[in-house]
């Protein structure tokens, strides 16, 4: 069964002038673009991006096969995320021309806005720019400039190992706070993360205010965390909430914001080390904090409370208490029906909502309540996935197989073979798109319908699926064990209570869940229990 928990890590910005990044604020780019680069020059940089979007819309709206649609939806979708990065890589070169009164960098854009940006480079590597350094040494705010600006024009032109060359020569020049957290965030996002957190490191070394000191850890926590550092992880985002905490005692209003999300750093850590009381406590304080703030702006900050509220549901589900779990997933529900109402891009999270309603329902018996969901929710993907196929199909697949469980569990077996047919049909087209990423979905699907055809006397069908769904869990046990040992338990289990295999092998079941890590979950004791029951028949 599928269910929804948001991991995403928050990386927090300070707050000045000097690093505060833009945010889509259309009088702001409209005064760059005015003062910086010409609005035609602003428009050529982009369109070679846009019009390569509207291609492949074509391209997808002609397409017929499925693998074709699959293709060119991720192409699509990639190719809009990168029109989003050079549209904020080039306000960004906006920004930093307009807040810029150097000769040098005043002459290098006049050149780069009437002869391009190779006439642009020239200039700068020029025999008369390269007299300007010697002559000019001493002053190194002015070299540390040329070098921001030789790496800003490679980013917007994704020369992204140039651009790491002449960051590197800016801090050279300049080893100010602004200049290396921006090296840092670019090493970041180049996904060099040793080095990142190398130059954050330094920062932290050597900045003393609290603010930025908080920043610099909450930062670093996500580079610990994605490195599997989980100690310095923790470490690091304890350490910053200290930090924050204590300055909100003379700012609290200002403050707010970032403790929520460096508490939701902190909860998403937890999840990962399967400490689930730790993180539904941190989740609970963000969402306190998270309420207050959306009561002040809820067109800002109504998501993030949803996003909050979602979270603690799964948490509230995954320990059996499902009043609290029905508790906040209707209201999740009712916030993020609001925001579709303004804005159709909440559409998805709508879905994902009625989806895991849909099985907090189906396990308390509330068959036709959970029914109504799944079908509002099948309906939204599958109007989706008509745009976007790579990125919605398997939300129709996981949905379709929440919703051919209910079917059999309201013994209407000829819809629940009918659906979960669909779902295996879309997991192993899936499959050829992306090798390995839906084996899981795949394996649970196929370990659902071995269960129907078991239920039907079809043993053959039975036999042949779940041996299917066994082989593809014991291959990604070998690889991750935390993440599927218990998939490894419940088809075990299912071989044995529904094709009559030797209760032998219900020793391997019982080995694995005498493990340690093991002792404290709530899903290890209960299928302990069900396999004792089956030993004393």
Known sequence: MRQVLQLCLTTLAISTTQITKIEGDQNIVKQIVHHGLSKERFAKLLQPYKENIKDLELRLSKSITIEEKYKLSDQLEKSKKMLQVKEQQVIELNKFIENSNLKVIRNAINIYDN?????????????????FEKSVHKNMKELAAKYRLEAKLFLITDRYDEAKGAYENMVVYDRSFESLFEYANFLEKQNYFQLAQKEYETLLFTVLKP????????????LYQVQNQHHKALLSYQEALIIYKDLAKSDFDFYQFDIANTLHNLGVYYVSQKEIQKAQEVY????????????????????????????????????????????AYEEVLNIRQSLVQTNRAHKPYLADTLNNLGLLYTAQNQYQKA?????????????????????????????????????????QKDQALEIYQESLKIYRELIVIKPNIYDPDLAMTLNNLAILYAIENKKEKASKAHQEADNIYKALTNTNPMQYEMDVVRSIITGVIYLNQSKETLKEAKAILAKKRYHTNYEAH?????IQSILNQ
């Not at 002869?115 to 007299?131: D, F, I, M, N, P």
């Not at 209960?526 to 069900?530: D, G, Q, S, V, Y």
């Open 115 to 131: 002869r391009g940006l190779e006439a642009t480079l020239k200039y700068l590597r020029s025999k008369q720019v390269k007299e």
């Open 371 to 411: 029914l109504v969901l799944y079908k509002k929710g099948v309906v939204i993907y599958r109007d989706l996935a008509q745009k976007n196929p790579y990125l919605y199909q398997p939300n129709v697949a996981s949905t379709l197989n929440n919703m051919a469980n209910l079917y059999l569990a309201l013994n």
């Open 284 to 327: 609970q304080e963000a969402l306190v904090i998270r309420r207050t703030l959306a009561k002040i702006k809820p067109k800002f900050y109504l998501f993030d409370v949803a996003d909050t509220l979602n979270n603690l549901a799964v948490l509230y589900y995954k320990q059996n208490q499902f009043n609290k779990a029905q508790k």
């Open 526 to 530: 209960e299928l302990l229990k069900l």
């Open 211 to 222: 603010r930025y000191r908080a920043t610099l850890l909450n930062n670093l926590g996500n």
